[in-house]
């Protein structure tokens, strides 16, 4: 679908302070830093001012969560995709997409399997 390629382009060619601005404002700076995997929030705001990189395993966990916010923002609205990345989740037994990004090597691939499900029905 035409949204999914669009997020796909972005999350990849957005420059990593875009990514961790965006996933920032629509997450909040502790839920991106929790599944970025870093303890100090601060450090976020560091990456979108450019001033501090993320390790390689934070920015791909950041641009997974930037890619599935895209996408579900474009269907829906941005304040839809922050309450998704927090609720449970039943494609995830139940837990919150946030978490299995933040907990599993391949948590990125099971949200955006859970997204995907989400947009497609609405």
Do not use: C
Request: aromatic share 8%; charged share 25%.
């Amino acid at each position: 679908n035409r949204q999914l390629q669009q997020a796909h382009e972005q999350a990849v060619r957005a420059p990593i302070t875009e990514v961790a601005t965006y996933v920032q404002r629509v997450l909040g700076q502790r839920w991106t830093a929790y599944l970025a995997g870093v303890s100090d929030a601060k450090a976020v705001g560091k990456w979108a001012k450019g001033t501090r990189k993320p390790q390689p395993d934070s920015e791909r966990k950041l641009r997974d969560a930037y890619q599935i916010a895209t996408l579900i923002a474009l269907v829906d609205d941005e304040e839809t995709a922050r309450v998704w990345f927090a609720g449970m989740n039943p494609v995830l037994d139940h837990r919150a997409p946030a978490w299995v990004i933040a907990n599993f090597d391949d948590g990125g691939d099971r949200a955006m399997e859970a997204a995907l499900a989400f947009v497609a029905n609405g």
